[in-house]
């Protein structure tokens, strides 16, 4: 069964950029699309960004939209994600997210948090 | 964008009572094949989402027979036939319709024993 680990995130000044990863284990996820969802501190869960297994699809919530960048490397079992211009409501616990392919993310990491604060 | 909206957001239940959640969403979320691209997650205390309910009304492996989901369009319900201790946490509805990828979550609804 798959497991994912996100890392990469840290305390860091608004404006400033952060990339954030995601190692899948266990099994390939080359055939999976993969999301990346975010849950700010005592609040719900916000859709951030996905993409398809070969990169064709992107998707980005309209939050993000201009400011991050999803990608994956297949051959490296990685999901990523570039986040430029970051501000103080970029603030929160990251989960990377894996789809089950015909409905429904079935497992999700346990999370990096990213806190943007001067 | 599709806005989808949770009832109760707050949700007190007696141990071996049901319990219901409603989510509507903006937009249809039935595909033209038929399928509702609506799912359900719990968030239990401390711990990341896990997978309920998908396509509105498939329990996802592991799910408990208690938990079952409905709905078609607009509707959809979570509903717990005896709600236990475990069930305590935040629930979610999430639609996956909107192309191209472009997700988006409920408010999510705290279930609490009384």
């Known amino acids: 069964e798959v497991q994912l680990v996100e890392s990469g995130g840290a305390l860091v000044q608004p404006g400033r950029s952060l990339r954030l990863s995601c190692v899948a284990s266990g099994s390939s996820f080359d055939d999976d699309a993969m999301h990346w969802v975010r849950q700010a501190p005592g609040k719900g869960l916000e859709w951030v960004s996905g993409?398809?297994?070969?990169?064709?699809?992107?998707g980005y919530a309209d939050s993000v939209k201009g400011r991050f960048t999803i990608s994956r490397d297949n051959a490296k079992n990685s999901l990523y994600l570039q986040m430029n211009s970051l501000r103080a409501e970029d603030t929160a616990l990251y989960y990377c997210?894996?789809?089950?392919?015909?409905?429904?993310?079935?497992?999700w990491g346990q999370g990096t948090t990213v806190t943007v604060s001067s | 964008d599709i806005v989808m909206t949770q009832s109760p957001l707050s949700l007190p239940v007696t141990p071996g009572e049901p319990a219901s959640i409603s989510c509507r969403s903006s937009?249809?979320?039935?595909?033209?094949?038929?399928?509702?691209?609506l799912d359900w997650y719990v968030q239990k205390p401390g711990q990341s989402p896990q997978l309920l309910i998908y396509l509105g009304s498939n329990r996802a492996s592991g799910v408990p027979d208690r938990f079952s989901g409905s709905g078609s369009g607009t509707d959809f319900t979570l509903r717990i036939s005896r709600v236990e201790a475990e069930d305590v946490g935040v629930y979610y509805c999430?639609?996956?319709?909107?192309?191209?990828?472009?997700?988006?979550f409920g408010q999510g609804t705290k279930l609490e024993i009384k």
């Open positions: 997210a894996k789809d089950r392919g015909f409905g429904g993310m079935d497992v």
């Open positions: 999430m639609q996956a319709l909107q192309t191209p990828l472009m997700y988006s």
């Open positions: 993409i398809s297994w070969n990169s064709v699809y992107i």
């Open positions: 937009q249809s979320l039935q595909h033209s094949y038929g399928h509702n691209y």
